[in-house]
């Protein structure tokens, strides 16, 4: 029988809680719950007012993974939803998590969580800018630090200010609040740093996504600034043989990573990481931090 159980006054049905879904660790379905729920404080500000783009992965990440937006059927009543429209759907609706019910309701799915870079009720206008650094082999991580730190001095030139998290998989993100401006033009700026950084680094910094260009190189993906794309969340665990976190990092840890597995964090690293250090990324959601787009 599937328990039932109450949270902030909503029942939520829990299934399958003994489930294996990281096989290299055997995590199972209730611990994943289990970790979002105590993660909450953090995690929910990085999710409210954004409609949420989930990649879901039922039997773990050696089964079936699909990537949705349209809310799932059987979406309660009480989950929020607002209207997303795209060019093949005028009608289209996403999922808000705005609470800590809808987000057990959203992890009982067993899904990482993906974000665009603006809110519901500014469409289109993104309130920060991303940078998703990506290795391609041998390059790791290690690289990408070295490109992190590159685009930290360029972009303070221009008055603003970097944060980094771990993708969860291979690389890196950089975010940087801004005052909001349109998505195009954000997008726009994002290549012009990319561009700028294979000038200056052409030997580590590819900012195409030509595959052959990118053996041994760090791509630095500016599309996901684009108003249609989305970016793993922070805190979300991510569809791997171990719960892999795309978790925040000190620019310290950035500065001092020689080896990949330095920057390698799982769900049973995140409680101690915020005792410590608390969110790292809570500068994202302060409007005095954020800077004007050049």
């Known amino acids: 029988m599937t328990p039932i159980t109450e949270v902030e006054g909503r029942r939520l049905a829990l299934s399958n809680l003994e489930k294996v879904i990281h096989p290299a660790t055997g995590t199972t379905k209730g611990e994943i719950l289990h970790y979002y729920a105590t993660t909450a404080p953090a995690f929910l500000p990085h999710l409210l007012g954004r409609p949420l783009s989930f990649l879901r992965y039922p039997d773990g990440p050696d089964g079936q993974l699909f990537f949705t937006k349209n809310p799932p059927p059987g979406t309660p009543s ?12 005028t009608n289209a609706h996403q999922v808000i998590v705005q609470d800590l019910p809808s987000l057990m309701w959203a992890a009982n799915l067993v899904v990482e969580f993906h974000t665009p870079q603006w809110l519901a009720d500014a469409p289109a206008l993104a309130d920060r800018l991303v940078l ?10 290690v690289e990408c630090c070295r490109v992190a730190l590159w685009l930290r001095e360029r972009l303070a030139a221009d008055g603003l200010e970097a944060y980094a998290k771990t ?7 950089l975010y940087v609040p801004l005052e909001p401006a349109p998505s195009e033009r954000v997008q726009a700026y994002a290549k012009q740093l990319a561009v700028e950084a294979e000038a200056d680094l052409p030997a580590l910094v590819v900012h195409r996504m030509t595959k052959s260009l990118r053996p041994g190189k760090v791509f630095v993906d500016h599309s996901q600034n684009n108003a249609a794309k ?6 979300t665990l991510r569809a791997r043989r171990e719960p892999a976190v795309s978790a925040p990092v000190t620019w310290e840890e950035v500065e001092a990573c020689r080896n990949p597995a330095q920057l ?3 769900m049973a690293d995140m409680a101690p990481r915020l005792t410590d250090y608390g969110d790292l990324l809570a500068p994202l959601l302060d409007p005095d931090r954020a800077g004007p787009l050049p």
């Open 230 to 235: 989305t970016t793993a969340a922070p805190y």
């Open 264 to 266: 390698v964090f799982l």
């Open 167 to 173: 993708s969860g998989a291979k690389g890196l993100h």
């Open 132 to 141: 998703d650094l990506d290795p391609g082999a041998p390059a790791t991580v």
């Open 78 to 89: 009480w989950v929020k939803t607002v209207s997303v429209p795209r060019s093949e759907d």
